[in-house]
Structures are given as structure tokens and as C-alpha cells.
């Protein structure tokens, strides 16, 4: 229950994540229906998969090294404060106007592939899981298959929930959504990858 709990917190985070796929969701979800909306978010989930599993496998035999595991912390923690400087410096700058994405088409499965395409052709998307990755492995602790099982699972879960949630309500959302309050999660979002970042390296140098 407890790894339950912590995928549930990294998932809660990742919700708060406000970029192009947040926007598609909301708007496919406003002009096209909840179904269609449900079609993106399913593509989006199922390209979280994917790059979990890659993240894993490719760094499978890191997770048993515990020499490696230092540079593990170090490159996961300079990602995960590179994503938080980005949300900070970044993306809390850009407009929400600048974010709309165009919705065309009536079938489910273009919505699927519209969500899959948008968020594994976001180069912040891998280079997020990696970081998430480091951070289980040396902050958690995690080096089972069972325990990344549990981890990953309940985190893309929450995310998968969160996400139908918002095209469920995106009616209110849209209304709720300003610029000024995008601004401020992605300050508050950036400080606190920052935060988790500076906290990785610090387990590297202590295991060093």
C-alpha cells in the first residue's frame, strides 16, 4: 500500500503538468464530446506506458548496480531540475492562448492517435519517466520488478483517472482555467521538481 501511495503523490504531480496535451484534452472533450475526449486521453496514457517501459528496460540493469545507481541520481536529478527550470522560466511565460490545438475528424481512434502522437512527440515526456525513474530507484528505494510494478501502476492510473476526470468536466474547467492561475501552478510545479531534483543529487553525493 505504501508504494501504492507514493505512485498516487508522483501521479497527483503529474496531473498538475499544464501543456499542449492538458488543452487538446479540454477542448476535443468541449467541441467534440466526453467520448472523443476519452479517445485522447487513452492515447495519451497509452504513450506514458510505452515510455515507462522503455525508461525501465533500458535502464533495467542500472537499477541492481549500486555504483550506477550514483549516476542514475546524478542525471535524474539534472532532468528533473532542467524540467522544473523549464516550467518555471518557461512555460510559466507562454500564454494559454498559445497552446490551442486544432480538432478535426469524428472517429474515436483519430482522438486516440491524436493523444498517443502529442504526448510521445514531447521530448519532456521521456526525459520526464526518466527522472521519475532515478527518483524511485535511489530517493524510494525500489528495486524490484514487483515494487516498479506496483509504482509505475498506481502513478499511471492516477494519471489515467485525472485525466477522464478533466474531460469529464471540461466545461467547468475551461471557465476555471485562466491565464494568471497557469502561471502559478507552473511556478509552484517548477519549484517543486526543482526541489525533488536538488534532493536526488543529494542521495547520489551520499552514496558516492
Do not use: H
Given at each position: 500500500?505504501?508504494i501504492a501511495f507514493q505512485g498516487?503523490?508522483?501521479?497527483?504531480?503529474?496531473?498538475?503538468?499544464?501543456?499542449?496535451?492538458?488543452?487538446?484534452?479540454?477542448?476535443?472533450?468541449?467541441?467534440?464530446?466526453?467520448?472523443?475526449?476519452?479517445?485522447?486521453?487513452?492515447?495519451?496514457?497509452?504513450?506514458?506506458?510505452?515510455?515507462?517501459?522503455?525508461?525501465?528496460?533500458?535502464?533495467?540493469?542500472?537499477?541492481?548496480?549500486?555504483?550506477?545507481?550514483?549516476?542514475?541520481?546524478?542525471?535524474?536529478?539534472?532532468?528533473?531540475?532542467?524540467?522544473?527550470?523549464?516550467?518555471?522560466?518557461?512555460?510559466?511565460?507562454?500564454?494559454?492562448?498559445?497552446?490551442?490545438?486544432?480538432?478535426?475528424?469524428?472517429?474515436?481512434?483519430?482522438?486516440?492517435?491524436?493523444?498517443?502522437?502529442?504526448?510521445?512527440?514531447?521530448?519532456?515526456?521521456?526525459?520526464?519517466?526518466?527522472?521519475?525513474?532515478?527518483?524511485?530507484?535511489?530517493?524510494?528505494?525500489?528495486?524490484?520488478?514487483?515494487?516498479?510494478?506496483?509504482?509505475?501502476?498506481?502513478?499511471?492510473?492516477t494519471v489515467l483517472v485525472t485525466?477522464?476526470?478533466?474531460?469529464?468536466?471540461?466545461?467547468?474547467?475551461?471557465?476555471?482555467?485562466?491565464?494568471?492561475?497557469?502561471?502559478?501552478?507552473?511556478?509552484?510545479?517548477?519549484?517543486?521538481?526543482?526541489?525533488?531534483?536538488?534532493?536526488?543529487?543529494?542521495?547520489?553525493?551520499?552514496?558516492?
Amino acid at each position: 500500500m505504501e508504494i501504492a501511495f507514493q505512485g498516487i503523490k508522483v501521479g497527483i504531480v503529474l496531473t498538475f503538468l499544464i501543456g499542449p496535451v492538458f488543452f487538446t484534452i479540454l477542448q476535443t472533450s468541449i467541441e467534440r464530446g466526453f467520448w472523443n475526449g476519452i479517445g485522447v486521453v487513452l492515447g495519451v496514457s497509452f504513450s506514458d506506458t510505452l515510455s515507462v517501459v522503455i525508461c525501465y528496460l533500458g535502464a533495467s540493469q542500472i537499477l541492481y548496480n549500486t555504483g550506477l545507481q550514483v549516476y542514475l541520481a546524478y542525471g535524474g536529478g539534472v532532468l528533473i531540475i532542467f524540467f522544473g527550470l523549464y516550467n518555471l522560466l518557461i512555460k510559466s511565460r507562454q500564454k494559454a492562448d498559445k497552446v490551442n490545438i486544432e480538432v478535426n475528424g469524428k472517429k474515436f481512434y483519430r482522438y486516440f492517435i491524436k493523444g498517443f502522437l502529442l504526448n510521445s512527440l514531447t521530448p519532456m515526456v521521456i526525459l520526464f519517466w526518466i527522472g521519475t525513474l532515478s527518483f524511485a530507484t535511489v530517493e524510494l528505494g525500489y528495486s524490484q520488478r514487483s515494487e516498479f510494478a506496483i509504482f509505475f501502476g498506481s502513478l499511471l492510473i492516477t494519471v489515467l483517472v485525472t485525466d477522464i476526470t478533466k474531460a469529464y468536466l471540461a466545461g467547468k474547467l475551461r471557465q476555471l482555467i485562466t491565464p494568471r492561475l497557469i502561471k502559478v501552478i507552473n511556478m509552484v510545479l517548477g519549484i517543486a521538481l526543482i526541489v525533488f531534483g536538488i534532493r536526488l543529487i543529494s542521495q547520489g553525493i551520499q552514496m558516492s
